[in-house]
């Protein structure tokens, strides 16, 4: 369930976004590429998910390279996306009733990942009747019952208030404690990477590349007992001391 980077470079119009990117994002760790806006991060997920090709260099997973999307690649936006006249369930349900998944199958996968994403209350209830995060937690199911081997997570919590964050940040080392996916997450968010990232990848301004690689070697615990780790503090300077000085 690896995914791997290799000399990417990559550009839009003349301009150029990306530039000799390599990595990989190691099977069941959750990887965050941290960096300025416009650094490509984004991009990297693109192509990840096989919606663009890159100019040079390739992306592979599982060792076979990425050619265009695939059901073992799922990809959360910075925007839930539902569709309005959907009920939530629907909403999850969608991407099974496209491929032919019905019936007690059907019913079963939406009622579990419903269920995981703290749903299970909320499937009759229209989009524009739910939260902000609730509309992530749907968007999330949806991605989740698809059950793909690893997840592009696009800087997913971007747009919620700073008390629904860390909740929808446990949500997703839940997740990963269930499920054991690869994750591949991007955020600008300092302590969200430091929360979330087995691995995190400081990307320059653009053209981005890759100028430090940090491990972070343990248990996935509550944010908020992270946030007030001893440590957490001095993690989170020295990144800010990199972005600064980029």
Not at 49 to 68: H, I, L, M, R, Y
Request: charged share 25%; glycine share 10%; proline share 6%.
């Amino acid at each position: 369930m690896s995914l791997e980077f290799k000399n990417i470079s990559h550009g839009y119009g003349g301009l150029e976004v990306l530039k000799d990117v390599s990595f990989r994002a190691e099977p069941g760790r959750i990887t965050v590429l941290l960096g300025p806006s416009g650094c490509g991060k984004s991009t990297l997920l693109k192509l990840a998910a096989g919606f663009e090709k890159p100019v040079a260099g390739s992306v592979c997973f599982n060792e076979s390279p990425v050619t265009g999307p695939g059901a073992e690649r799922g990809m959360m936006f910075q925007t839930p996306v539902l569709f309005d006249w959907l009920t939530a369930a629907g909403n999850v349900a969608f991407g099974l009733r496209q491929a032919g998944v019905r019936g007690k199958e059907q019913l079963d996968r939406v009622n579990r990942f419903m269920a995981l994403t703290g749903l299970a209350d909320f499937g009759d209830y229209y989009p524009d009747a739910l939260s902000g995060g609730m509309q992530q937690r749907t968007a999330l199911a949806r991605l989740l019952v698809m059950e793909p081997q690893c997840l592009l997570m696009d800087e997913p919590f971007a747009a919620l208030d700073a008390q629904l964050r860390p909740k929808m940040q446990e949500l997703v080392l839940s997740v990963w404690r269930d499920l054991r996916p690869t994750v591949l997450f991007v955020t600008h968010d300092v302590e969200e990477a430091l929360v979330l990232g087995h691995r995190i990848l400081v990307f320059s301004k653009r053209p981005g590349r890759i100028v430090r690689e940090i491990e972070r070697n343990f248990d996935r615990e509550d944010p908020l007992e992270q946030l007030m780790a001893p440590d957490f503090g001095k993690e989170k300077k020295n990144i800010l001391e990199i972005l600064r000085d980029l």
